[in-house]
């Protein structure tokens, strides 16, 4: 059974940092793009960061560039999103989900692109 699994979520205050963790288990964890997505109440999801496995080319969506930071960790088959100087802005359920194969570019953030998809972890930024 293909299934993704989130942690690191949880409370800090703006300027601080969190790094969430997304284990993948069941499926072959190669050749697959990984990514990030975050929604806030109200909101549409959106995608934050995405990485290919193995060859870690990363993509970024513009709102983090310079903040995030996603890696892999392929012996453990663990993508991880490494979050800093975090804001209020930034409070949303993140969600880790898996593509198969090669994505376009202009496809990388987009959420239908994705067809395994993680429970979601909560961030919450206070000012």
């Known amino acids: 059974q293909v299934q993704l699994v989130e942690s690191g979520g949880g409370s800090v205050q703006a300027g601080g940092s969190l790094r969430l963790s997304c284990a993948a288990s069941g499926y072959t964890y190669s050749n697959t793009c990984m990514g990030w997505f975050r929604q806030a109440p109200g909101e549409e999801r959106e995608g934050v960061a995405s990485i290919y496995t193995p060859g870690g080319n990363t993509y970024y969506a513009d709102s983090v560039k310079g903040r995030f930071t996603i890696s892999q960790d392929s012996a453990k088959s663990t993508v991880h999103l490494q979050m800093n100087r975090l804001t209020p802005e930034d409070t949303a359920i993140y969600y880790c989900?898996?593509?198969?194969?090669?994505?376009?570019?202009?496809?990388?953030?987009?959420?239908?692109?994705?067809?395994?998809w993680g429970q979601g972890t909560q961030v919450t930024v206070s000012s």
């Open positions: 989900a898996a593509a198969a194969g090669t994505l376009r570019t202009s496809y990388r953030l987009h959420p239908g692109s994705y067809s395994v």
